[in-house]
């Protein structure tokens, strides 16, 4: 018999296993790619895929990193259910792309603005 733990767990990854799925699907409707082309690009059974989509199956980080790589997505986009989690994410990935367009001097000015933000009393 399951103890009450083992049984909050099993649910708990079977939500996550669902979640993350959704977002597979998702992802790969954006890019109107189907099934079958997405599983033969990152080499896995188009039924796997299914039932990963579906939320029946789990899937491992690396084959997650494969998915995401074709997609354009990241990790963090397959596991943030948070819609206030993925704003900050997308306002981090703007920020990292804008400060890898940067050279050094800009970088250092940058940084120096960012020391008087949080040195001033003002916040949220």
Request: aromatic share 6%; glycine share 6%.
């Amino acid at each position: 018999m399951q103890s009450v733990a083992e049984t909050d767990n099993k649910t708990d990854k079977q939500i996550r296993n669902a979640a993350v799925g959704r977002r597979i699907r998702g992802a790969r409707l954006e890019k109107d790619i189907n099934q079958k082309t997405l599983a033969e690009r990152v080499q896995m059974d188009p039924k796997y895929l299914s039932r990963i989509e579906n939320g029946h199956s789990g899937v491992s980080r690396e084959l997650l990193l494969r998915i995401g790589r074709e997609l354009g997505k990241g990790l963090d986009y397959f596991y943030i259910d948070n819609p206030e989690l993925e704003a900050a994410y997308a306002l981090d990935a703007e920020f990292a792309q804008k400060w890898k367009q940067c050279n050094k001097a800009q970088k250092l000015t940058i940084l120096n603005i960012m020391d008087a933000v949080l040195k001033s009393p003002i916040r949220e």
